[in-house]
């Protein structure tokens, strides 16, 4: 394979033309200072367009977009540039493309759903055909179920695709927001990063509010326009993970309504007993048993009887007879 090297003016290149462009963002502020003062040091490719009876532009780019955009940002006129070789399809040209940036590390979930749609759509390759021969040029495994979750992340809006990029979007939750509206998903992102969610807590309050979505036939954004919740996310006074919790236990209140009451129950029933922090009386997951388990840690046989002795004080209150009732 020989490339050929030009220099290729700004007004030969598409630059709308994003086919090859595997992760679409903006050129930073710190490359647009580099190129506007050095030029462009490392060349892009170009691929020439063939049979085509209008000469300019004659190039579409396959790598570096990013420099492209700071070089007509910076008045550049012309720029150093790789040719591929002419004989070359638009497939050879992808497969190129995807050997180089895999031969550097694994392909990103962003990257992969980009060129998914690329291989699946204007080259016309078969799911099982990129599964095959086209993930582990990326640096990934054959994986039905990654190709599933990757291929629709490129819908995202720009926003949600840079904080997936960044790491400040979970990628479960990612995949799962890729399926609803755009206006589901954005207001979503708002709500997580007024409540400054971390991932885990993302996966968690989106599937709550998809099943309060469901149960109450409302849209999130109708959901999120609730007094109740409005006033809750617009509080002053409240730190957002005093917010959190909140609005936590509010989702859990809509969503579970009768194990939310059975839990403020037993919650009133701890409060009331004041065991001692040494003391600890849980009862099963969602109260799904009839069981609690009791633990408590003593050093000296005086404090294992006080222990004694408070369980056998709740029981005197009747508190034990209102736990066993709750299950």
Do not use: C
């Amino acid at each position: 394979m020989k490339l050929t090297y030009l220099e290729a003016g700004l007004g030969e290149i598409d630059a709308d033309d994003r086919f090859f462009q595997l992760l679409p963002g903006m050129a930073d502020a710190l490359l647009m200072r580099s190129v506007a003062r050095l030029g462009i040091v490392e060349p892009i490719h170009l691929q020439l367009r063939v049979g085509e009876e209008s000469p300019a532009p004659r190039y579409r780019p396959v790598t570096g977009f990013r420099r492209l955009q700071a070089a007509a940002a910076a008045g550049l006129t012309r720029i150093p540039a790789m040719l591929l070789p002419r004989n070359w399809d638009d497939l050879q040209a992808y497969r190129w493309l995807v050997e180089q940036r895999g031969a550097l590390r694994p392909f990103s979930p962003l990257e992969a759903s980009h060129a998914i749609a690329a291989l699946s759509g204007p080259l016309s390759l078969s799911r099982e055909e990129i599964l095959r021969t086209w993930f582990p040029l990326m640096g990934l495994a054959p994986n039905p179920k990654l190709f599933s979750l990757y291929a629709p992340l490129r819908l995202l809006e720009p926003e949600l695709q840079s904080a997936l990029a960044a790491d400040e979007l979970a990628m479960e939750t990612a995949g799962a927001m890729a399926s609803a509206e755009p206006a589901e998903r954005l207001a979503f992102w708002q709500l997580s990063r007024t409540l400054r969610l971390g991932k885990n807590r993302q996966r968690e309050f989106w599937l709550l509010l998809s099943d309060i979505e469901r149960i109450d036939k409302a849209s999130l954004p109708q959901l999120l326009a609730q007094p109740e919740w409005r006033s809750l996310l617009e509080e002053q006074n409240l730190t957002p993970s005093q917010k959190t919790d909140r609005f936590k236990n509010l989702l859990m209140t809509r969503r579970y309504p009768a194990y939310s009451a059975t839990l403020a129950r037993f919650e009133s029933l701890l409060r009331s007993a004041k065991l001692p922090p040494e003391l600890h009386l849980r009862p099963t997951p969602w109260f799904a048993g009839e069981e609690y388990t009791v633990d408590f840690s003593f050093s000296t046989p005086a404090e294992f009887t006080a222990r004694l002795e408070t369980l056998q004080e709740m029981q005197a209150r009747g508190l034990i007879d209102q736990l066993t009732e709750l299950t």
